[in-house]
C-alpha cells in the first residue's frame, strides 16, 4: 500500500501534471514558443511560394519576348525577300520589253532592205510587171515576219460584225441578207495571239 501511496504521489504531485489533465495548460513559456514557430514556419511557405510564382511569371515573361523577337525577324527578312522580289521583276520586265521591241525591230531590218532594193529597181527599170512582183514579195515577206512573231491579220469581210474585234465606221444598206456582216474592210486589223493587236475599221451592212 506504501508503494502505491508513493507512486500515485509522484505522478499526481506538484512535479508532475495536474490531476485528470494529460499535457499541461500552455499557460507558460514552451506552448507560446511552439506557436510562433508554426507561425513562423508558415510565413516561410507563403514567401517560398510567392517567389515561385514570381519566377514562374518572368520565365513565361521571358519566352514570350524571345517568341516576338524570332517572329519580328522572320517578318523583317519576308520584307527584304519580297522587296528584292519586286525589284528583280520589274527589272527582268524592263528587259523583256527592250529585248523584245528590239528583236522586233531587228526582224523587219530584213523587208526595210527589200523595199530599198525595190525602190532602186524603179529607177533603173522600166519592167512595171517585174516590179510589181517584186513589191508582191516583199508584202509577203513581211507578212510572214509578222505571222512569226505572233501577228496575224483579222479576217473580217463577209462576217457578222464583232465589235469585240472590229471598228464600225460606216453603215450601208445591203439588203436583208447582208443585215450585221461586214461589208468593206477600211482598215485591216491585227491580232497578237489572242488579243487584238489593232482592231479592224469596217463597214456594216444595215
Do not use: H
Request: contains cysteine; charged residues 35%.
Amino acid at each position: 500500500m506504501k508503494k502505491k501511496e508513493a507512486y500515485n504521489e509522484a505522478v499526481n504531485g506538484d512535479e508532475g501534471f495536474a490531476a485528470g489533465e494529460g499535457y499541461p495548460s500552455c499557460e507558460g513559456e514552451p506552448c507560446a514558443n511552439v506557436a510562433d514557430d508554426g507561425a513562423a514556419a508558415a510565413d516561410t511557405m507563403a514567401e517560398d511560394t510567392q517567389d515561385a510564382a514570381g519566377s514562374g511569371a518572368e520565365a513565361e515573361k521571358s519566352d514570350a519576348a524571345a517568341e516576338a523577337a524570332a517572329w519580328k525577324d522572320k517578318f523583317l527578312r519576308l520584307q527584304a525577300e519580297f522587296d528584292n522580289y519586286r525589284k528583280r521583276t520589274l527589272r527582268e520586265k524592263m528587259d523583256l520589253v527592250e529585248t523584245g521591241g528590239k528583236e522586233v525591230l531587228k526582224a523587219m531590218l530584213p523587208v526595210r532592205d527589200d523595199v530599198e532594193r525595190a525602190l532602186a529597181a524603179m529607177d533603173k527599170s522600166d519592167d512595171i510587171e517585174a516590179l510589181r512582183e517584186g513589191v508582191r514579195l516583199i508584202a509577203q515577206k513581211f507578212t510572214e515576219t509578222l505571222r512569226q512573231r505572233g501577228v496575224t491579220q483579222m479576217e473580217a469581210a463577209g462576217e457578222p460584225f464583232d465589235p469585240d474585234r472590229q471598228e464600225a465606221v460606216a453603215k450601208f444598206a445591203a439588203g436583208e441578207e447582208k443585215r450585221g456582216l461586214v461589208i468593206d474592210v477600211v482598215q485591216t486589223g491585227y491580232m497578237l495571239g489572242d488579243k487584238v493587236l489593232r482592231f479592224a475599221k469596217v463597214v456594216v451592212g444595215e
